[in-house]
């Protein structure tokens, strides 16, 4: 069965404090790891997708990074506006759900 | 630039009464996903869909709930006789192909209540 596990569970940081978020997972094998972004009372907004060990994406203030076991989520120079909870799912290659399955997120909260 | 449309956003039950729950998938899309969020729980997916089939419904409970998705018109999650365990928010998703490692959209979801 796949996991996916989220550390820390909430994260405050001072407006300009860089930081990262850690997403460590197990699947037979990875057909996708997806970075999500979700607001109070919102959907979530796709972010990322890495597909292979090593492979890197950046948007802004975000850089994601893939290795076997673990993905990350670095936020540099972070502004109050990055408040949200950060989701990290996978996509397994195996022949059971073709769902995402999710973790439980990191709540980060930037104050000013 | 419509994303993906869900409604209502808000749907309130008494107990034993049904919710339906609609989703129009983005523009083009053609794959259809809900997935339930309990409170302080991540996302479970529920079922995937395609026009007139469910392809996956392995995360769907055995009773009470149902999906369709038709030819024409917007996919449908259907609770009969709700119960209080069934408060969560419904999220609806699509993607342009299949799940083999495309951008999955989610709509702002439906927030189900039920007294």
């Known amino acids: 069965e796949d996991q996916v596990t989220q550390s820390p569970e909430a994260l405050r940081l001072q407006e300009g404090e860089s930081s990262s978020l850690n997403c460590s997972y197990t699947v037979s094998g990875l057909r996708g790891l997806f970075w999500y972004r979700q607001d109070p009372g919102k959907g979530p907004e796709f972010l990322f997708t890495?597909?292979?060990a090593g492979e890197e994406k950046e948007k802004e203030r975000l850089k994601a990074t893939l290795t076997k076991k673990e993905s990350f989520l670095h936020i540099t120079a972070p502004k109050p506006e990055d408040s949200a909870t950060y989701l990290c799912?996978?996509?397994?290659?195996?022949?059971?759900?073709?769902?995402?399955?999710f973790g439980k997120g990191t709540h980060l909260i930037i104050q000013p | 630039n419509a994303g993906v449309m869900q409604n209502p956003r808000h749907l309130v039950r008494r107990r034993g009464q049904e919710a339906r729950l609609r989703c129009s998938p983005m523009?083009?899309?053609?794959?259809v996903y809900w997935y339930r969020q309990l409170p302080e729980e991540g996302l479970k997916f529920m079922v995937y869909?395609?026009?007139?089939?469910?392809?996956?419904e392995s995360g769907m409970p055995k009773e009470r709930f149902s999906a369709e998705f038709p030819k024409e018109g917007p996919s449908i999650l259907r609770i009969q006789q709700v119960v209080r365990g069934d408060s969560a928010a419904y999220f609806c998703?699509?993607?342009?192909?299949?799940?083999?490692?495309?951008?999955?959209?989610f709509g702002e979801g439906s927030w189900l209540t039920v007294v």
């Open positions: 799912a996978v996509q397994d290659t195996g022949g059971g759900a073709d769902g995402l399955t």
């Open positions: 890495l597909y292979s």
């Open positions: 998703a699509s993607s342009l192909q299949g799940t083999a490692g495309n951008t999955i959209y």
């Open positions: 523009k083009g899309h053609s794959h």
């Open positions: 869909l395609q026009k007139e089939n469910i392809i996956d």
